[in-house]
């Protein structure tokens, strides 16, 4: 079964300092990967996205993951943390059905705490 | 202004008492979809939409039904709605049926059965 996990449920990191949150997936055939943020009492805004090409993908407000296939990843990182990044991270993998339907599968989340 | 909207935003109600939670989309996207977020949990999908009358199950859709008669919109619907329907409610949408666009969310819906 296609699955997501996010083995950190709160990173937390001083601000100037790079940041790291992790995904790790499993899932059958070439794998289409997202991250979301959540701000408090908001809905997810999307980051970016892995669907083929460069393993390191470029997304908004700074941030890129890079997709590594050997140990199924795609660790979110960005390379100086703002207290504004504070928030709840979500990793997601597309689960594509045999009706040719698709579902979102998402790890539990990674709240990030960026400290002054 | 291109956006997922979701009515009410709040909502506190009793057992058993049939609700309904719209969502509608400014985009003209076709897939849609409802999912619910708890604590420890992530976002779990109730159900998808990949078109107008066209609706399946997600992960958890016990308790819940949908319909797609617009493109734009995408209610929930609670029946007899429960303490553990208790929960953050979103709705999203994404063009395409491929899964290789983004999804739009709404701004959700904090729902207490009690």
């Known amino acids: 079964a296609q699955s997501v996990a996010q083995p950190e449920d709160q990173v937390n990191v001083a601000e100037g300092n790079p940041l790291t949150v992790k995904c790790t997936y499993s899932v059958s055939g070439n794998p289409y990967l997202f991250w979301y943020v959540q701000y408090p009492n908001r809905g997810l805004q999307f980051l970016l996205k892995y669907i083929t090409g460069d393993n390191l993908v470029k997304g908004s407000y700074g941030f890129e993951a890079e997709f590594n296939k050997s140990q199924t990843s795609f660790h979110l990182k960005k390379p100086s943390a703002l207290v504004s990044d504070s928030a709840l991270y979500f990793c997601a993998v597309r689960d594509f059905r045999m009706d040719s339907s698709y579902k979102l599968i998402f790890g539990s989340g990674t709240r990030l705490l960026v400290r002054p | 202004e291109a956006q997922v909207t979701q009515n009410p935003r709040y909502l506190i109600t009793v057992t058993g008492k049939k609700l309904t939670v719209t969502c509608s989309q400014n985009?003209?996207?076709?897939?849609m979809s409802w999912y619910r977020q708890d604590p420890g949990l992530g976002l779990r999908q109730i159900y998808y939409?990949?078109?107008?009358?066209?609706?399946d199950k997600g992960d958890v859709p016990e308790g819940y039904k949908v319909s797609r008669k617009e493109k734009r919109n995408f209610p929930l619907i609670l029946e007899s709605p429960s303490p553990n329907q208790t929960s953050l409610y979103f709705c999203a949408s994404s063009p395409g049926t491929s899964g290789i666009n983004e999804q739009f969310f709404g701004p959700g819906t904090r729902l207490t059965v009690l």
């Open positions: 985009m003209n996207h076709e897939y």
């Open positions: 939409s990949m078109n107008v009358e066209v609706t």
